[in-house]
């Protein structure tokens, strides 16, 4: 069974940092676009980064740029997010996903496999 599990979430101050770490048990993961997304209470999901089966290419929410990077090691089967520069509206749930065969891509509907999430909290 495919499955992806998130761990790293956690409780910090603005302005801190953390890393976010997904690991997967895909035999092809290095085959697969992986994106995270994130929600918050009330909010619909949302695209926060993406990164391509070699890691040559990535894509960033405006709201995230410059402040987190999306990387992965396929040698490990594991994707990262680390966050730095945390603000109260980084609060949200965040999700790895994986887009297994489909084009390099921010949409949230190719992304088919997921994980269930960590949680980020951010005090002001």
């Known amino acids: 069974q495919v499955q992806l599990v998130e761990s790293g979430g956690g409780l910090v101050q603005a302005g801190g940092s953390l890393r976010l770490s997904c690991a997967a048990s895909?035999?092809?993961?290095?085959?697969?676009?992986m994106g995270w997304f994130r929600q918050a209470p009330g909010k619909a999901r949302e695209f926060v980064a993406c990164?391509?089966?070699?890691?040559?290419?990535?894509s960033y929410a405006d709201s995230v740029k410059g402040r987190f990077t999306i990387s992965r090691d396929n040698a490990k089967n594991t994707v990262y997010l680390q966050m730095n520069s945390l603000k109260p509206e980084d609060t949200a749930v965040y999700y790895c996903?994986?887009?297994?065969?489909?084009?390099?891509?921010?949409?949230?509907?190719?992304?088919?496999?997921w994980g269930q999430g960590t949680q980020v909290t951010v005090s002001s």
């Open positions: 895909l035999r092809t993961f290095s085959s697969w676009t």
């Open positions: 996903a994986a887009n297994a065969g489909g084009p390099f891509s921010r949409r949230l509907n190719l992304y088919t496999i």
């Open positions: 990164i391509s089966d070699g890691g040559d290419f990535t």
